[in-house]
């Protein structure tokens, strides 16, 4: 039952309207949701100036710890202070748990379709659900993983699957991260600084912590130790400080308390790897490495890498070391490879799917693309091979040039391309500097995968900036927000 | 255990820092000290306060650094000077950037957040009436960062590390300070100056209770036992640092016994007869063994060699026979 809508003198609230599409906090008669009813409360009682000054506070403290990302299509890759709005996002605990149930599903069922295609079994290509021939032409497939054993046929160890909810508010999966997903760490920034800039708004509510991520990783990390030995040496690899996302590496392996290396810092002999230190060599058995696999080894992938070490992949053959996320994860979060997966669900786990994707015409299915070319102003058109928002094109937003344009591109190579049905992404309240005004949001929920699998609570909530915009990616000018999944008796 | 790569960021994490200390010491005391001199008694004063912080070559081609509003840009915030405390707290973030998982987040937060407060500047001349107040708040912020590394850093190689690059900067910049000293133009050893670019005034006031004499105060900076800047106290805690780094049990021993002659009062017994050739001998010594510190935690380039060390339970032993055993880190 919703309550009704608070109106104080004055708030932050005052005139606001329900965006388009699903908007998280209040019904369409504009009452508050009954999960979010304290929550607007509260905000209904601040000031535009009490909220800037919030948010003041908010920035200096990211500023002060060097929370950053790099914008690399500005000129020279430019440092900004992550931006967080203030106004959180509320996950129930039912919510959550169809949430948490729906994504241990899905990437159970990637893991087993990863370790049936590299244990060279392939079964699920045998069978008829993903034919082979977009398979082995996805840019991720990686033919050296082959036959690679992977502990526990665990291959998306840290998997971040963003998710949106539709006009009805049922959540859909919008696309896999399964290489390098990252925002983890800005998950715990963002909570550490809203607990410390506006502590009295978790007053009323009782929020599932999110400070154990690095105790959780570890432990995942640890179990994918080859010949699950105890108290394995685990590492984490980066390309270093002027990678954007550095300053994550740095806090993973911090918040786990294990090494930060580069790849100068290791070295593969007699088919093993080992850490350089003033001791001497030591032996690694897990790698947690934020580097793409064109760059993990100059040997067997891009020779011009130097971010790699030498000789890793035969130490990988070897089975002296475990690389997390494994080897040619990229197969199974090619977009193309996306709309196949409600049935990867259906026949490894024999399940319908918790979570649904967004619907999906595949262009190499020639009645799909006609059907889709001929309505392409109304849905969005993707490359199958990029990620952080780039070369979306969303149809309703589009110029008849541009459309133009997306049809010869897609008719050129259907492989390269998916197009899907505008989801009007939910909404939530979000502060412009003046009041809140719904903005549209989407949620990057982490899925931790080792002996066993667990969801970590929440995750990366990312808001798009402008009224009207659906794109949320930070390095697109989108923010964040904090993101509470409430214990069951607050529900 | 410690990365190569990680040892070798810290030490310099603590000569930067001990650099960035003593170029604010400098500066505090030109500041002071050149407002009360005539314009050719200030030249002096100036290009022997850069020839204590070794920065003749740097200054040189940069040209005059005669004026007293040159000489501050350039020892604060000239981007060109590799020892402006500018560039030193530079380095000092950039190689904890490097190291951030290892260190306490506070120390990273103080280094970053002097790093800013110093680009709040941008590139322009820092004005004059400003010039005492971003000193102190240099030496606030450096005092800051010490605090977390005695409270709140573990003891492991690390902390380790950084104690030993600040004890061999402060030993380098003593050593470099007598030199300056006893080759002064003007002719005469000026006691005080010394104790003052040494922060060590008033503990020679307590401990000798009458004016500082050049002798007394040559011997308070290389063998005062209760003085924590004397080159005997730093090379204690060095030797004290280099204790739990098995790797380093050369530098271990030329820094006890350079301390041994220290104590036995050899040096200051051939300070009394010919001072610069002793110092000189002294600076050599410590570049030698901060030089042997940096071979010792460079890690070896390339793949491994038969001659390779790998660790194995009871030490560490070449490459030969067998595979190496692993050793829980």
């Not at chain 1, 304290?38 to 919030?54: K, P, S, T």
């Not at chain 1, 665990?154 to 290489?179: K, T």
């Not at chain 2, 820092?17 to 005391?29: H, N």
């Amino acid at each position: 039952m919703a309550d009704s809508l608070p109106k104080p003198g004055g708030g932050l609230l005052d005139g606001y309207e329900p965006g388009r599409g699903f908007d998280e906090a209040f019904e369409s008669d504009g009452s508050a949701r009954s999960v979010y009813r304290r929550i607007v409360e509260r905000f209904g009682e601040l000031d535009a100036d009490e909220a800037r000054r919030l948010e003041r506070l908010v920035a200096d403290e990211f500023r002060r710890q060097g929370i950053t990302f790099t914008v690399y299509s500005e000129e020279e890759g430019t440092e900004r202070i992550w931006p967080i709005d203030l106004f959180p996002r509320l996950i129930s605990a039912l919510e959550w748990d169809e949430l948490e149930r729906g994504l241990t599903q899905r990437v159970a069922a990637l893991n087993c379709f990863l370790a049936d295609l590299y244990s060279g079994e392939g079964a699920a290509i045998a069978d008829g659900i993903v034919p082979r021939w977009l398979v082995v032409s996805s840019g991720g497939f990686e033919r050296n993983a082959m036959g690679i054993a992977v502990p526990h046929g665990a291959h998306c160890n840290i998997a971040g699957i963003d998710v949106v909810r539709d006009d009805a508010g049922r959540y859909r999966v919008l696309e896999d991260n399964l290489r390098n997903p990252s925002g983890i760490s800005y998950v715990i920034e963002n909570r550490a600084a809203m607990a410390k800039a506006c502590s009295w708004l978790f007053y009323d509510h009782a929020v599932q912590p999110v400070e154990q991520y690095g105790r959780m990783l570890r432990s995942a990390l640890e179990s994918m130790a080859p010949g699950g030995q105890e108290s394995p040496h685990v590492v984490v690899l980066t390309p270093g400080i002027f990678n954007a996302a550095y300053f994550e590496h740095a806090f993973l392996a911090r918040s786990m308390g294990v090494e930060l290396v580069e790849g100068r810092d290791l070295v593969v002999d007699d088919g093993a790897v080992y850490a350089r230190t003033i001791e001497g060599l030591i032996a690694v058995d897990v790698i947690y490495r934020r580097i793409d696999d064109a760059f993990l080894d100059p040997v067997a992938f891009r020779p011009d890498s130097t971010l790699g070490v030498p000789g890793l992949l035969g130490a990988l053959r070897a089975g002296t070391v475990s690389v997390c996320n494994a080897l040619g994860n990229g197969v199974a979060d090619d977009k193309a490879v996306y709309p196949y997966v409600p049935d990867l669900i259906r026949y490894y786990l024999g399940d319908e799917p918790i979570i649904d994707n967004v619907f999906t015409y595949v262009m190499w299915d020639p009645d799909q693309r006609a059907e889709a070319l001929g309505r392409l102003d109304e849905l969005v058109v993707k490359p199958v091979g990029e990620s952080g928002g780039y070369g979306v094109l969303i149809g309703p937003h589009a110029s008849d040039e541009e459309l133009e344009a997306a049809r010869r591109a897609i008719d050129a190579d259907p492989r390269n391309w998916i197009v899907q049905e505008v989801v009007q992404l939910s909404s939530l309240p979000s502060f412009t500097q003046e009041r809140l005004e719904p903005r549209h949001v989407d949620l990057r929920p982490f899925v931790l995968t080792g002996e066993r699998t667990e969801v970590f609570p929440g995750g990366l909530t990312r808001v798009a900036m402008r009224r009207g915009s659906l794109i949320v990616n930070s390095s697109q000018g989108g923010g964040s927000k904090d993101t509470w999944v409430l214990t069951p008796e607050y529900s | 255990m410690i990365l190569a790569r990680h040892a070798d960021a810290l030490f310099w994490v603590g000569r930067y820092l001990e650099r960035t200390e003593a170029t604010v010491r400098c500066l505090d005391y030109a500041a002071n000290s050149i407002i009360h001199l005539r314009s050719d008694e200030a030249r002096v004063e100036i290009e022997q306060l850069v020839k204590t912080l070794g920065l003749e070559s740097v200054a040189a081609p940069l040209g005059s650094v005669a004026g007293r509003r040159q000489l501050f840009a350039f020892l604060l915030s000239d981007t060109a000077n590799p020892g402006s405390v500018l560039s030193a707290v530079s380095a000092v973030r950039e190689r904890l950037r490097s190291t951030r998982e290892r260190i306490p987040i506070e120390l990273w937060e103080e280094a970053n957040g002097l790093y800013l407060r110093f680009r709040e500047f941008g590139d322009t001349e820092l004005p004059p009436d400003r010039l005492h107040e971003t000193l102190l708040m240099v030496r606030r912020a450096c005092l800051a960062i010490s605090g977390v590394l005695n409270e709140g850093m573990r003891r492991d190689e690390g902390y380790e590390f950084i104690v030993l690059g600040r004890m061999i900067e402060r030993s380098v910049f003593t050593v470099g300070l007598l030199t300056a000293s006893y080759s002064d133009p003007r002719g005469t050893v000026d006691a005080t100056r010394i104790l003052r670019l040494t922060s060590s005034l008033q503990a020679y006031h307590r401990r000798y209770g009458h004016a500082p004499d050049p002798e007394g105060v040559v011997r308070y900076l290389l063998a005062g036992t209760d003085l924590p800047r004397s080159l005997q106290s730093c090379l204690l805690r060095a030797e004290g640092s280099l204790a739990g780094i098995s790797a380093l049990d050369r530098s271990r021993r030329r820094a006890g016994l350079l301390r041994a002659r220290l104590e036995l009062g050899e040096i200051e017994e051939a300070m009394a007869q010919e001072p610069l050739p002793v110092l000189s001998e002294l600076h050599w010594d410590l570049a030698e063994l901060a030089s042997e510190i940096a071979a010792g935690v460079v890690p070896p380039l390339g793949f491994p060699t038969a001659s390779s060390r790998y660790l194995r339970p009871g030490g560490t032993q070449p490459l030969a026979g067998g595979r190496p055993v692993r050793l829980d880190p």
